[in-house]
Structure formats: C-alpha cells, structure tokens
C-alpha cells in the first residue's frame, strides 16, 4: 500500500489504459516515429487525459524524460508571465538525451484568453525543439489558433465493462474480496470517470475486510454531502435565507465548484421527481431553471450569484 | 502638521489598548538591551492599530534604525544591499544595536519585489540586529514563509470607547467644540482604525473648531459603505425610474453593489414571486458582468446595472411600509471568517496536486472520500505520509490524531519489511524472522523476479545500513525509498498483467 490508489494504480504506458483503444493506437504510432506534432485532449474529468500524456511522454523521452519534462496544471500559476517567461526559458534550451522537449499543459480552458494567446506564439516557434500536449474538459474554452495548431483527441467517458475489469484487477492485487453488485453500483456512481471508480472502491474497501453493496452505498452517500438535500429541501419549503446559508456554507468553506454544486442539485430533483415526491409540471421548470443556470455559469457568470438565484426557483 | 503626527504615541504608556501585547514587546525590548539576542519580532493587525507607532517606540531605544516601507521598491537585491549589508555588519562608532525595521511586509509585491520575502527569510537567519516587521493580514501567503521564523504579535482593533476618549482629549488639547454624539458616532465609524478618526476630525475641526453630527456626513469616511447602503435602501424602498438610476450612480465596483443588493432583497421582500423576481434580475445582471469581464466590453455594464437596480426595484408589488436592516454581504464575511479553515483546504489541495497530477479543484474534489478512508488508522497513516500531510492536515480529513500505537507499528512494519527483503535476498538461512511476522505485502514484493532482486540488493543494503546508523533521522528518507520500491513493484506486477 502506498498511498492512494488513484495514484498507484496509474497506467504507466499506452498499453495499458483503459478504454481509449483508438486514441491509443494513434498515440502508438507518435513513440514508433520519435516525434509528435502539437496534441490537445479534450473530454470529461477520470477518462485518462493526463494518464495518456504522461505516459506518452516517458515512452517518447525515454531515460531522461524527467529533465526534458515540464507540467503546469491549473493550480500553478499560468498566467500571461508564466507562458512568457517559464514556458519560453523551457522552449529554448536544447533537449538532452531526448529528441525534443515536452510541456504538458492541464487544463488549457481555465487559462485566461491573454495567456492563451501568449501561448500560441510559442506553440509555433519552438516547434524544433518543444511539442505541448494540452489537456482540456471543454474544448470550446480554448481559442481557436489553439486548436487549430494540435491535433485534437477526443476522449470518451470509460465504458462500464473496462471500468469493472479495472477494480476487479485492483481489489485482487489489494487482496480484497468484492461482491460483484458492490462493483456494479461503483460503476453507476462513477459515470465513466476511473478516477472515482477507484476513489469510491479504496474508501469502500478501508472500512473493511470485504466490498459489500452496503459499504459502497455508504461511501457514496457520505461522499455526496447531505448538506445539498437539506438546502433544495429548505428552498422548497420556502426558508430562502436557510437556503441560502447553506449554499454559501457549502461552496464557500468546502469549495465545492459551481459545476458540481449543478450537478449535484440536478441529481437530487431527479431523484426526488423519480420518487414521486415532486409534480411533473414542477420538475421541468426547475430543470428547464437549472439549465439556464449552468449556461450561464459557463458564460463567465459568478456561480454563486447565479446558484442563489436559482435556489429562488425552488421556492 | 497633520494631527496623526502630532499625536502618535512617543512612548509604550502612550499606546491604546492592546495591553498584553505592550508587555510582551517591552520585555523584548528589555532584553536586547541586555545584550539577549531576541527573535525576529513580527507585528500583524489591521490598519490604524498602532503598529507603525510602536515600531517607532521601539526604535527610540536603540541607537540607530534602518526602515524599509511599502514605498521602496523591495526585490531580493534591493533589500540585500540595504538592509542586508547592515543586519550582519556593526557601526563603526558604536557598539549598540541597531534596528532593523520593515514595514507592510506582507505589501511585498509579487513580480515588482521579485525575491523580496526570500532576501527576508534570509537575514532574519543572520543578523545580528534586533528587527521588527509588521503586517495587516494574517493569512497573506507572503507571510507563510517569514512566520515560523518569527515572534507573531497580533495587534488587535482599539475598542471604540477607547478611540472615543482619545478623540475627546484631543478636541480639548485643539479647543475644538465637539458634540459628544458626533464624537462617539466617529469613533464608531472609525471602526478601530485610530488613523482615519484623526485624518477625519482634522479635517472637519481644523479650521472650523467644532464638530457637528452633521459634519461626519460631508467628510467621508474611509469606506463608502454608508453609501452603498443608501443605494440599496433606495432600490428596495423605491419604484421611480429617475431616482433608482441616480442612485446607482455612486463611486464603487459595481459587483460589490450587486452583492450587497441580492444580500438584502430576502431581507426586504417577502413574498417568494417578488425574491424570484429581483433574484432573477440580480442573476441576469451577474451574466453581464461576467460577459463583461470575459469579453472586455465593459458597455455591458449599463444593462447590468440596469438590472439590478431598477429590475429589483420594480420586482416589489407594493412598497413595504417596515424598517429592513439592512446588512453587507454575509457570504464576505463567511469568506473572512473561514479564511483560515481555506487556507489549510487549498494546502492541502496543493500537496495533492503535486502528487497526483491533478489541478486544487479535482483534488477538493476527492475529499469526500478521503475523509472516509482516514477513518481507517492504518490506511491514514500510509496516505498521509504518502502525500506528506501535518498534523493540521491529517486534522481536517479526521477528528483526533492518528495514534501513537499505530504509526509506531506501521514504522516497525516498514523497517521489518526491509530487512525481510533483504534477509530473503542474500539467504534464506534466516526464515525464522521473516516468518515471525508475515504481512500480504512480502508476498508482493517475491513476486519480484529474482533478477531485479539482485540490482535492487545494493541500494537497500545501504538503506539498511544506514538505518541502523541514525534510525530517527534516517526513518524518513528510507521510508521514501521503501515506498518507491514499492511503487516500482507495484508498477512491475502491472506490466506483468
């Protein structure tokens, strides 16, 4: 055991991720030649996008991949100054032991458009001696000279049964048993992310010797904070401000995103409105509500702002 | 000359308030004048508290100071050349101390001071003069650095009736006529800041020698908060197009009057269409801003303020006849208030993205079932030294400490798994050990194949031996060792798949 599993069990080279065959290939055929143009993956979060590029990036530098490696995620800073100057300085220098240099950029859609732009210029100058490989959720967040100057792969969600192969192989390597609907339900939670699949079966598995069904659903409803059924539930009996302290207690202290917060609050109604608890008409103008909001979050609006108002909605 | 001058403290018993704090400084003080060398003393509290002033006091006690403010421009070589040549050299004349002073360090600015809190860390380790610094903010990511280094005094707000007093003996020493309620009222709008009382009542009284309650409201104050406050009383009280829009012409980010705005409309409203109404237009306002700011075409602006003034005023039935207080945006001060517990989120969430390749977000994200396996002792102890966490760290995933019982097990584990390996390496003439204790994760490490054993074989003889040599201090570097044999195991068997 060492550390989390996440971790452990990354796919180390192409042949072994799961899902992805085709990109796979592909990326294949870039190791056999020693060279790659520009990449971008696109796709949601757990699919393999930084597996992929990390594992291209050792098979294709080989010994010395680390010193001729450099990855940015969105936490770092990655603003205007870090493209001009880090990014640049790493461009120029010759690569060593390695045919070129490699920079691998994580999340490409929350840079800025200036750094964006920043960085499309150095995309074409050092292409002698530097190739990006650009990770992204939504590839229409990046500007278009981005993506016209990579060859864009577009990773889909992991298949349930490559999903279950996974988990099965880790919980034997972890000597651990399982009942096959315990990994069944992982696998509807997870919605094609590994990342969570595997996060859910090392949570389920630290609580005891077996993985029950009963365990798994433990872990996922501790996991998904009681706090969002107990705020649309105050919205609902018309507590606005409870409501909304709850929200703010939510986003604000736990820093949950405004892209969960709707993602979670959309999986609520539906289950309330698939118990029965809800009138049909009221459903589809919270959904029709809940829609509108997440447009507008991803327009650039405060998703704050625009999760109070729609907790309005409710009441 | 300015007021704030002319009455800033001259001596320790002349400061307000924070009286703890004055002993604490007098006593370093004291010391240094005995020739006891002290920590870095490091000041930290809100504007107008005193800390410059003390500062100063501090400095009438020794011979000489140096001070280096916001006003210079402080980089790495800058500071070096001033400051640091000074903090490891004595004057020539004199064998006494100098002061080392520098204010506003968490002001240091990231890419002008380039270096700045770096040259800090550094002679705060080699001089050999005393030095005081101070700092408004608690939590800068500036100061993480240079706190642990120094003794952390927090200078709190001077209580109001303290300001008050001062404020009632300075209008005798100038023969101002002061109204006692105007004179209470500015010492409560000062807010603790001693500072801007001054800057205020000189401004009014200078001249004209007396204070009126009506006066505070020409000078204004500090903040423009009161007139925030007008605005949104005026949006929610009124329905006239004309006077709406003349009041959402005032002097502030237009996003902190939509706060404040939607902060209140529950507060003033009462019927759930009416807050859909205006929160939808708070809402619709919010989008433009965004737009805004992404698009750089701040001509969205009108229609955002549009909506969110003379929408949410026309979003009301009727007018209430009732008094609202009305109050600033408690979503900022949940922000302040949980500053810190954010602070620890996004370190840790920090120490995960490092190992994990994953951005702060994604790494938040998988708190929820981290939580859930630190319940389990053992597996706590392996991810948190895995992923390098404190103790405050370990704190936030569970309620108390990971036992004493169980680390020093799992130490013992490890250590016991090493020489395993290596007893199973270069004999088996010692299966007597090894069988002592079995764990499932031997197993793991025979399915290594005999070849690599024999590569591997040097480097944890060392590790071994080395071990033995300094077992505390070494405990940490084997174990990284350990873990990345194991990692490679790990990695090796999935080849093997």
């Given at each position: 055991m060492s550390g989390p599993w996440v971790e452990k069990y990354r796919p180390q080279n192409l042949e072994n991720i799961v899902g992805q065959t085709h990109i796979m290939d592909l990326l294949k055929n870039y190791v056999d030649e020693k060279s790659m143009p520009n990449l971008m993956f696109t796709g949601p979060a757990g699919v393999g996008k930084t597996t992929a590029a990390l594992a291209l990036v050792k098979s294709i530098l080989g010994e010395y991949w680390r010193q001729n490696f450099l990855e940015l995620n969105a936490s770092d800073a990655r603003g205007i100054e870090t493209v001009r100057t880090n990014i640049k300085n790493f461009c120029r220098l010759k690569p060593v032991g390695a045919p070129f240099r490699i920079i691998f950029l994580d999340e490409v859609d929350n840079m800025t458009k200036d750094a964006q732009h920043a960085l499309r210029r150095e995309m074409e100058m050092y292409t002698k001696t530097a190739s990006f490989i650009l990770s992204c959720n939504y590839s229409s967040k990046i500007i278009d000279p981005i993506q016209s100057r990579c060859a864009i792969f577009r990773f889909a969600p992991i298949k349930g049964q490559d999903i279950i192969k996974r988990l099965e192989y880790i919980a034997k390597e972890e000597n651990f048993e399982y009942e096959d609907s315990a990994i069944q339900i992982i696998v509807y939670f997870a919605e094609g992310d590994m990342r969570k699949a595997i996060n859910i079966l090392q949570a389920s598995a630290s609580m005891g010797e077996k993985i029950t069904e009963d365990k798994v659903n433990d872990v996922v409803s501790k996991a998904r904070p009681r706090d969002i059924n107990d705020m649309i539930t105050k919205a609902l009996t018309g507590d606005f401000m409870g409501a909304r302290d709850s929200l703010r207690e939510t986003m604000v202290t736990q820093g949950t995103s405004g892209e969960d917060m709707v993602n979670q609050i959309y999986q609520d109604i539906v289950k309330r409105a698939m118990e029965g608890k809800m009138d049909p008409d009221i459903y589809i103008n919270l959904i029709e509500a809940i829609a509108q909001t997440d447009f507008r979050i991803r327009e650039g609006a405060n998703p704050r702002i625009q999760l109070e108002a729609l907790l309005t909605k409710f009441l | 000359m300015r007021w704030t001058d002319k009455y800033?403290?001259?001596?320790?018993?002349?400061?307000?308030?924070n009286g703890k704090q004055k002993k604490e400084i007098e006593a370093w003080v004291e010391n240094w004048k005995n020739d006891i060398p002290q920590e870095c003393l490091l000041l930290i509290g809100p504007a107008g508290t005193g800390k410059t002033s003390i500062a100063h006091i501090i400095a009438s006690n020794f011979s000489e100071f140096i001070e280096l403010n916001a006003s210079d421009k402080r980089s790495y070589d800058i500071i070096m050349n001033t400051v640091g040549e000074s903090a490891t050299t004595q004057s020539l004349f004199s064998n006494e101390r100098k002061l080392i002073i520098l204010d506003e360090v968490d002001g240091i600015h990231g890419n002008d001071d380039r270096g700045g809190t770096r040259a800090i860390g550094k002679i705060i380790k080699t001089s050999h003069h005393p030095m005081v610094m101070t700092a408004n903010?608690?939590?800068?990511?500036?100061?993480t650095s240079i706190k642990p280094k120094c003794k952390v005094i927090k200078i709190n707000k001077v209580h109001t009736n303290s300001i008050n007093a001062l404020l009632k003996k300075i209008c005798k020493e100038e023969g101002v006529i002061a109204d006692p309620v105007a004179i209470k009222e500015l010492a409560k709008r000062s807010n603790g800041d001693m500072r801007s009382a001054l800057n205020t009542l000189q401004v009014i009284a200078?001249?004209?020698?007396k204070l009126e309650l009506s006066d505070l409201d020409t000078v204004s104050q500090k903040d423009n908060t009161n007139n925030i406050f007008d605005s949104v009383r005026r949006v929610l009280k009124s329905k006239s197009i004309d006077k709406i829009k003349k009041s959402m012409m005032?002097?502030?980010?237009p996003t902190l009057v939509m706060e404040y705005l939607a902060e209140n409309i529950p507060r003033e409203y009462e019927k759930p269409e009416e807050i859909k109404k205006a929160y939808e237009m708070i809402s619709e306002a919010d989008l433009y801003f965004g737009r805004a700011r992404s698009?750089?075409?701040?001509?969205?602006w009108r229609y955002a303020t549009d909506f969110m003034g003379i929408g949410v005023a026309l979003s009301k039935e009727e007018t209430y006849k009732k008094f609202t207080r009305l109050t600033g945006s408690m979503a900022f001060a949940l922000m302040g208030r949980t500053r810190g517990k954010r602070a620890l989120r996004d370190r840790i969430a920090e120490k995960m993205s490092k190992k994990l390749h994953v951005s702060n977000s994604v790494a938040i994200s998988m708190f929820p079932e981290l939580e859930i396996m630190f319940e389990n002792d053992e597996l706590a102890y392996e991810i948190a030294s895995y992923l390098d966490f404190d103790d405050d760290e370990i704190k936030r995933f569970r309620n108390?400490?990971?036992p004493k019982k169980v680390i020093k097990k799992m130490e013992k584990r490890k250590l016991e798994e090493k020489a395993k390996t290596k007893v199973f390496k270069e004999s088996s003439l010692n299966v007597a050990i090894e069988n002592k204790d079995k764990t499932e994760k031997t197993s793991q490490i025979e399915k290594n194949t005999e070849s690599e054993n024999l590569k591997k074989d040097k480097k944890k003889k060392y590790s071994v031996k080395s071990e033995n040599e300094n077992k505390n201090n070494n405990q940490k570097n084997t174990e990284n060792k350990d873990k990345k044999e194991k990692k490679e195991t790990a990695q090796k068997s999935l080849f093997n798949f």
């Open positions: - | 800033r403290p001259k001596a320790f018993k002349d400061i307000i308030g903010d608690f939590y800068s990511k500036r100061l200078d001249d004209s020698k005032l002097d502030e980010d698009s750089r075409n701040y001509t969205y108390r400490k990971i």
